[in-house]
């Protein structure tokens, strides 16, 4: 059994470009969660994905978007880059969206915007 | 809204002592709640979840958590710490009637430190 996985592993950009994240999920896992990690705080919510669509989402400006693909995996997009996007981005996968599965986390993909 | 709290930034165990990480969780709903740890550069890893039925849960490595609904906690203990403990952990709720759309909530997290 394949763990999530992520790409890269980290990733410098500069204020106002942009990023491509990108996620394996476990598999049998057809829901994918998206987290931001700040340095010295727990994970937020981004934005969850099932059947390739948005499933609910956090308090992220619209910036912040993201896709499924029919495989599950999925990925997430950020545009006009800040300063305070530098973060550790966590992907999490789970069987279902609605029942009370534990999500499995990924590595993370470090990014660093300068 | 939901919301986690974890009052201490750090724990301090000898090895061989009992340890306890505290959490308390605010949900609408019913509460759904997980134990996850972190190593250096690393992703989270699952140790436990209450979701219905006893109140104590026993997880991985050893850990168990204690739900107590009239307090609102969800604290984490484990009799006999090891200095393979040391890691920082989060406590994660989400709301049992929200369909699982909102996402996890985590608290800040604790630094557990474990001396030899």
């Known amino acids: 059994e394949t763990g999530v996985t992520q790409s890269p592993t980290h990733l410098i950009k500069t204020r106002g470009q942009q990023v491509t994240l990108r996620c394996s999920s476990q598999?049998?896992?057809?829901?994918v969660s998206w987290y931001q990690q700040a340095l010295g705080q727990g994970p937020q919510f981004i934005f969850q994905?099932?059947?390739?669509?948005?499933?609910g989402r956090g308090n992220f400006p619209p910036r912040f978007s993201g896709l499924q693909f029919p495989n599950y995996s999925s990925e997430l997009n950020v545009n006009a880059l800040e300063l305070d996007d530098s973060a550790l981005y966590l992907c999490?996968?789970?069987?279902?969206?609605?029942?009370?599965?534990?999500?499995?986390f990924g590595p993370g993909t470090r990014l660093t915007v300068t | 809204a939901q919301s986690v709290a974890q009052p201490e930034d750090q724990v301090n165990v000898a090895e061989g002592n009992p340890l306890t990480v505290k959490c308390t969780y605010s949900?609408?709903?019913?509460?759904?709640l997980f134990w996850y740890v972190q190593y250096p550069n690393r992703g989270l890893q699952f140790l436990l979840k209450?979701?219905?039925?006893?109140?104590l849960v026993k997880g991985s490595y050893g850990f168990e958590a204690e739900f107590n609904k009239s307090q609102t906690s969800f604290h984490l203990k484990k009799p006999s710490a090891l200095v393979s403990d040391s890691a920082l952990y989060f406590c994660?709720?989400?709301?049992?009637?929200?369909?699982?759309?909102?996402?996890?909530?985590f608290g800040k997290g604790t630094h557990l430190i474990i001396q030899p």
């Open positions: 999490a996968s789970s069987p279902s969206p609605g029942e009370p599965y534990e999500q499995y």
């Open positions: 598999s049998g896992h057809n829901t």
């Open positions: 994905y099932y059947r390739e669509e948005e499933n």
């Open positions: 949900v609408s709903g019913n509460p759904y």
């Open positions: 209450y979701i219905t039925g006893d109140n």
């Open positions: 994660a709720v989400r709301d049992g009637s929200g369909g699982g759309a909102d996402g996890l909530t």
